[in-house]
């Protein structure tokens, strides 16, 4: 009798341990992840603004103005020159590329087993500076013409703004800006015991270079020097 007594508390106390056992690796397995997702999730937005590129992009932006004048003597049409107008505007721009990580939340961090998925903010293209350096314009004047007013001046800088962004989708800010982020972030998130082919990062809309166009939403003129 006492020896089934043993053999069943022996038994109760084998089945406690294997369900004590079984709770403390529930929780070992899902305390990491709740922990992980918190921790990634403020590595990342604390990374503030990621800057990848700056160019410094110096332009002269020019014009040439020839007028006519429309006459008639003794009944015959005939043109004369009024006079020749020339412009030379040397402007100087800073464009840079940065991600904002400020704007990623929990919501963009999907952990799925081993694996971790991260979407990131698309990239931005700030426009820093536009500096016309006023004492380098040069005019040129013959003739008849009168000097170019400030409202015309601005008219041309404004061409030359827009010459300068249609230059962006060449010079690579945007696939640049994404590599850098993927390079930061990939052993941030091994440190928490992740293999790099485990870590999969991309980014919001797919955008690419091609997209930065005039009127582009990641486009920001941040500041203008006039």
Known sequence: MRAQI???????TLVWLNCCN????????????????ATLVQNISSCSRLYTNECQIHKIVSFNDKKELECEIFSNKMSIGAGTRKVAIPMDVTVKAYIDFSE???SKLKIDSNRVYV?????????????????GIREYTTGLRQKFDEEEIQTYVQKGMDDIIAQLPGMGLVEHAKLSAVRLLNPIIAQLGYNDTDIHI?????????ALQKDSPIIKIEQTDR
């Open 22 to 37: 079984q709770a403390q690796e529930q929780q070992a397995n899902a305390t990491p992840k709740v922990d992980v997702a």
């Open 119 to 135: 979407e990131l903010p698309d990239p931005k293209i700030e426009i820093t500076a536009s500096n016309i350096d006023h004492t």
């Open 104 to 106: 990623f939340d929990a």
């Open 6 to 12: 043993l053999v069943l508390s022996i038994l109760a």
């Open 202 to 210: 991309g980014f919001k809309s797919g955008i690419n270079d091609k």
